[in-house]
């Protein structure tokens, strides 16, 4: 079962190189302990621009969606962030995730700009699956109608 208030957000497109990154699409789900349904907002950019665009915003049955939500949650609970933060995605997919909850706070990130360098830690190959999995789950409920 998953926290009863959460909030996460996945962003296609972090890694820059000269210049800080151009995300192509961004994703935020939250759930509000008084609320029963999860709110998608997503933004994604068309090719050539550079500028989000907002699509319009959903609502999902948070019951509905609690198994792969909580499958999200536990797969972070497991996996590595990068250290120092922003040093380098260690995931290999330009992708971030942040998820926000009473019981846990992970996001993972990459260089941006002139910055970044080496990690830390770095993530197993078993590691980075899971971690593939969870962006897919992301997808997947932004995805929904």
Not at 99 to 118: A, F, H, I, K
Not at 120 to 130: G, R
């Amino acid at each position: 079962m998953p926290p009863s208030e959460y909030s996460f957000r996945l962003q296609k497109g972090i890694v820059g190189g000269f210049a800080p990154p151009t995300p192509d699409y961004v994703h935020t789900v939250t759930k509000a302990s008084n609320n029963t349904n999860l709110l998608v907002a997503s933004a994604f950019r068309q090719d050539g621009t550079r500028q989000l665009q907002d699509a319009l915003p959903k609502s999902l049955s948070a019951t509905d969606h609690d198994a792969l939500v909580d499958e999200l949650h536990s797969i972070l609970k497991e996996l590595p962030m990068e250290s120092p933060p922003g040093s380098e995605d260690i995931y290999g997919l330009n992708t971030s995730i942040a998820w926000g909850s009473e019981d846990l706070e992970w996001y993972n990130g990459g260089p941006q700009g002139c910055g970044g360098g080496t990690s830390d830690v770095q993530a197993t190959d078993e590691q980075k699956a899971k971690f593939k999995r969870a962006v897919d789950i992301v997808n997947e409920l932004a995805s929904k109608e």
